[in-house]
């Protein structure tokens, strides 16, 4: 059994139906050519809700149509999602779209419309393709099984490659909480969120001001640490539920397993967010930075973000050019207090820079690590305790060819 020392354990089998209270499908609309484009989550209770936002200062119609659903008393019962088209940069018409598909949901699930949240994800600047979204809510089957947790994962995807999900318990007041996630993203991924949706949902008991608290602390260490391209898009959204049926003492700061249940969150969230950055387009590998002794954490992350953003690091990874020029040269323009004298570098075992200087390294050692499809590159600051990491990926001609030909 589980107890409360044991810390996570992952749910191999688990899904976003796996909390107790949770519901989801997908299917095929039309709206894009083959995969399924229209999904939901549905709780059977009212659910605490807590959402993040893309920091874009252009955003699409559904993200305030979510905040106004959530505005309204902090709960949530389902959330109804389309992919193939944004919603973005469609005037009041696109309001008005992202609105009546709120309204259809709620009717069919006979909920009052605040209790439902709106997500679109696709192309900007086209018109919503209505006449097949609406008529096609009410033919969504929701349902508890792997089945129904694989359609709408798949309903969610753009240019995604590979579905996304996870599943995470622990123990909170001596009973299992479960926790899972589905996401989406590959392309337009920068920190602050980039073209990412992700959803999680949890039987446990938190009121939503608690889980807004627990979900921006994490997002700042797991979906704002990854990047592929640099761009920020309109239509990003985190967003939570719980349903509280684990039957637990309501979670605060104060709550003995409050910790327990942030880290389950993180580890939630972190395992989304590495798979989004695994699957950037045309990506061939992961990359995570590392970095330690920085000024404080906040500079650490933000050395971290640099260099895996660096469109010269991610050719270099691609390439499998241990250039270590590259990656000083990032650091160095990051904006982070640091020691140009005491920096040290490493590509997986392997060190290339100590105290600045270069180190004597068998290039086909180095090279040869980084045809792998997971690269760590560690690096030593020694000015501080400030510890950061970020996730990535390498940057190939595949992402030329997507991108080239996305709205084609």
């Not at 309204?72 to 389309?82: D, P, R, T, V, Y």
């Not at 949890?202 to 001001?209: H, L, N, R, S, V």
């Not at 640490?225 to 967003?239: A, F, K, Q, R």
């Not at 160095?332 to 040290?344: F, H, K, L, M």
């Amino acid at each position: 059994m589980l107890t409360a020392e044991d810390g996570i354990q992952t749910i191999e089998r688990g899904s976003i139906v796996t909390p107790r209270g949770f519901y989801a499908a997908g299917m095929h609309t039309g709206v894009k050519r083959k995969r399924n484009d229209l999904g939901m989550i549905y709780c059977d209770v009212p659910a605490s809700a807590a959402a993040l936002y893309t920091k874009n200062m252009i955003q699409a119609a559904p993200l305030q149509t979510t905040k106004d659903s959530i505005a309204s008393e902090g709960k949530l019962q389902a959330i109804i999602i389309n992919s193939g088209n944004a919603n973005a940069c469609t005037g009041k018409q696109g309001e008005q779209d992202a609105y009546t598909m709120r309204h259809a949901t709620a009717q069919q699930l006979e909920l009052p419309d605040h209790r439902v949240a709106v997500s679109s994800t696709g192309i900007i600047g086209l018109p919503m393709p209505m006449d097949r979204i609406i008529p096609n809510i009410k033919e969504l089957h929701l349902d508890t099984d792997q089945e129904a947790a694989t359609a709408f994962n798949e309903s969610i995807l753009t240019t995604d490659a590979i579905r996304k999900s996870t599943c995470r318990q622990t123990i909170i007041d001596d009973s299992p909480v479960t926790m899972a996630g589905s996401a989406k993203g590959s392309g337009m991924i920068e920190p602050n969120m980039g073209t990412m949706l992700a959803f999680v949902t949890t039987d446990a008991a938190i009121e939503p001001d608690m889980l807004q608290l627990a979900l921006k602390d994490v997002t700042d260490k797991t979906f704002n640490c990854i990047t592929v391209d640099g761009d920020t898009s309109t239509n990003d959204m985190v967003l939570t539920m719980a349903s509280g049926k684990a039957g637990n003492e309501s979670l605060t700061p104060d709550h003995k397993d409050w910790n327990a249940f942030v880290e389950m969150l993180r580890a939630t969230c972190e395992d989304l967010a590495t798979m989004i950055a695994r699957d950037g387009e045309g990506a061939t590998k992961l990359i995570e930075v590392n970095v330690s002794g920085a000024h404080d954490d906040q500079q650490a992350g933000q050395v971290a973000k640099t260099v895996v953003g660096s469109s010269l690091v991610k050719t270099a990874v691609y390439g499998a050019d241990p250039n270590w020029g590259r990656i000083i040269a990032a650091i160095g323009r990051s904006g982070a207090d640091i020691n140009p004298e005491t920096i040290d570098a490493f590509v997986g075992p392997v060190q290339l820079l100590k105290n600045s200087q270069p180190l004597a390294f068998s290039e086909k050692e180095a090279s040869d690590y980084l045809l792998q499809d997971t690269i760590t590159i560690t690096i030593g600051l020694n000015n501080g305790d400030g510890i950061g990491k970020a996730w990535g990926c390498d940057l190939t001609y595949d992402y030329v060819r997507i991108n080239a030909s996305y709205t084609t």
